[in-house]
């Protein structure tokens, strides 16, 4: 287990800074929960010294991870923010590190554009073909961004995402219906789940083909009904439920992406993020 020390900053999805909602000297961190899951999946022995090798790169909590469920099957993807510091966290300098572990294809992009973030799907096949870029702008009420798919042969637009207020609730509705993903006769109360809506902020994704929401800050009460509502594997869930007390300070961020299926809502995939 990794310990919380005392001088430690904590980050959210979007690497901003927030403070615990508990005291947290000597609690365990998020990242134990992404550790645990490399050694479910026997990838403990090759990644730890991965994520050493990032942290002693561009620091401790400066790298979000996200843990997904697509098909019943736990993926991976690791963001580096430029926030803080656009020389040190560039596409060309973490996949430096990332040629030590993974079979990685030729990928490049202008350096001198205001990129604000990039990630990488990890999975068992070590294998990274593709990069995700993403670009911002934010407005007098909201933050946007937006998202590119990029290859050794060609970009792609991706996603588009809109954050709001959790009080914000008739735009959020009219955002989530602005979409023919979705229809008048759906649930809305399976993508607005009441259970979430305690949170910071809600983020709205238009994706290629299928919407997606994002709950940012919601407590370990909120995040064990959540895993538990989109059947994650019962380690996670167990792991979180044993240490429950030397997690409950944290503030979760959680997503999934859903369209319509013979009337009703269907989820493609969904997904929690931490930082390591």
């Known amino acids: 287990m990794e310990f919380v020390t005392k001088e ?14 508990k005291e947290y000297e000597n609690k365990a961190r998020i990242s134990n929960i992404l550790l645990h899951s490399f050694e479910e999946n026997s990838l403990d022995k090759e990644f730890s010294t991965l994520l050493s090798e990032i942290r002693n790169e561009i620091g401790i909590n400066q790298t979000v991870w996200g843990i997904k469920l697509q098909n019943k099957e736990i993926k991976w993807e690791f963001y580096f923010y430029r926030i803080y510091d656009k020389k040190t966290v560039s596409l060309k300098n973490i ?13 490049h992009i202008d350096e001198t554009l205001p990129y604000i973030m990039f990630s990488f799907d990890i999975d068992k096949r070590k294998i990274i073909n593709t990069s995700h870029i993403y670009f911002e702008k934010c407005f007098a009420d909201s933050f946007q961004a937006w998202s590119y798919q990029l290859s050794s042969e060609k970009v792609e637009f991706e996603n ?71 059947n994650y594997p019962q380690y996670i869930i167990e792991f979180l439920e044993k240490n429950k007390e030397l ?7 959680v997503g999934f992406d ?7 809502v269907t989820i493609s995939k969904s997904a929690f993020y931490g930082t390591f």
């Open 8 to 21: 430690e900053v904590f980050y959210d999805y979007v690497l901003l800074r927030y403070s615990p909602i």
């Open 95 to 107: 996949l430096k590190i990332l040629k030590k572990y993974f079979k990685v294809e030729n990928l």
């Open 160 to 230: 588009h995402y809109e954050f709001f207020k959790p009080e914000k609730y008739p735009e959020i509705i009219k955002k989530i219906y602005n979409s023919p993903f979705i229809t008048r006769e759906s649930n809305i109360l399976k993508i607005l789940y009441p259970d979430l809506m305690k949170c910071k902020s809600i983020c709205i994704a238009a994706k290629r083909n299928s919407n997606g929401i994002y709950f940012q800050g919601i407590d370990i009460k909120q995040f064990l009904f959540f895993l538990r509502e989109f």
């Open 247 to 253: 997690l409950d300070y944290i503030l979760y961020d």
């Open 258 to 264: 859903y369209t319509i299926k013979n009337g009703k």
